[in-house]
């Protein structure tokens, strides 16, 4: 028994709207067909959370509470709440402080993370690192964007990639191996130009002229995000392998951000896996962003099995990009 304390996944937990949009209602919204979006993205339908007055917090809360269900314990132990997300319900408080309220997890205190797509394996980076240090017990890490809060649906570049919903895990001490074994997470802030939203922050309040302008939509300059994160995602990945002293043989599953089936395809060429090997569900779900990994995990979990190696990858507007090993704990 290693006295090393590591962070083990110990339950999870998703949740997706009810609302589906499929590529057949976008076709009568933009120039676009169902045939272009899925040889292009590999998208079918994506979620949409509708209704007045819901926002990010809305997802998560039903997320939590199906990993605290599983994990059969309440609210109330649950030391630490992390929350990747670049759609808040608002600036301030945080997201994660409304869910600790919501969920009535009286004892935790926890934080927002932005770092677009990579939010959630920067906050499992993080959680993991609480577990480690041994002053807590319990941390969630959510992964969770209404990603149709801030995409125009005029604009057929954008719309047609994005959806709405939020996946979570439970972080628990681990003393045999099991859990978060290493991330390689990188940041390029210069990539930052070419996916961004540009106003409603401090730079540039909101404003009439800027509702006007359209500038609290996603803005993207597609044909670079995707060279950046092809070679990115794949590099980190490769990389992170090779430091472990591990082959494609012993690695169970690659859990990629579901943001391009062409990039998920090139990152699992580079590291030599099998179709079959790679996670997928970008064909009912769409980018939801920080919510892509964790939903993967929470669909698959039936397929998962106690010591397997399992890497999650990710690329994200900023940039931002990484790699996570991680041993499957049950």
Aim: aromatic share 8%; hydrophobic share 40%; glycine share 12%.
């Amino acid at each position: 028994m290693s006295s090393k304390i590591s962070a083990a996944i110990t339950a999870i937990g998703g949740y997706v709207p009810d609302y589906v949009l499929s590529n057949a209602e976008l076709e009568k919204l933009v120039d676009t067909n169902d045939e272009w979006i899925r040889t292009r993205t590999g998208i079918s339908e994506r979620r949409i959370l509708k209704g007045a007055g819901l926002g990010t917090s809305d997802m998560i809360v039903p997320a939590v509470e199906r990993l605290l269900k599983k994990r059969g314990i309440g609210a109330e132990e649950i030391d630490c709440i992390i929350v990747g997300t670049v759609t808040p319900d608002m600036v301030f408080p945080s997201t994660a402080n409304i869910v600790c309220h919501k969920l009535g997890a009286v004892n935790a205190w926890g934080f927002d993370l932005a770092a677009a797509c990579s939010g959630f394996l920067y906050s499992l980076t993080t959680g993991a690192s609480l577990i480690e240090s041994g002053r807590y017990k319990k941390v969630v890490v959510v992964g969770a964007d209404k990603m149709s809060a801030i995409v125009d649906y005029s604009d057929r570049t954008t719309c047609i990639i994005f959806g709405d919903g939020a996946g979570a895990v439970l972080l628990e001490p681990n003393n045999n191996g099991y859990g978060v074994l290493d991330s390689i997470l990188r940041s390029d802030g210069g990539g930052g130009h070419h996916l961004h939203m540009k106003a409603g922050g401090s730079l540039k309040p909101a404003s009439i002229e800027s509702v006007t302008n359209k500038e609290h939509f996603i803005y993207q300059e597609g044909q670079a995000v995707f060279k950046h994160a092809v070679r990115d995602m794949a590099d980190v990945s490769f990389e992170l392998i090779q430091r472990n002293n591990l082959g494609a043989d012993d690695i169970a599953w690659l859990v990629p951000h579901q943001a391009n089936k062409r990039i998920i395809d090139a990152t699992a060429n580079r590291i030599g896996l099998p179709a079959e090997k790679v996670m997928l569900n970008i064909q009912r779900y769409g980018n939801t962003t920080a919510g892509t990994i964790p939903l993967c995990l929470w669909d698959w979990e039936d397929k998962l099995n106690k010591g397997d190696n399992i890497v999650l990858a990710a690329f994200g507007g900023g940039f931002t990009w990484g790699a996570t090993l991680i041993k499957w704990g049950y």
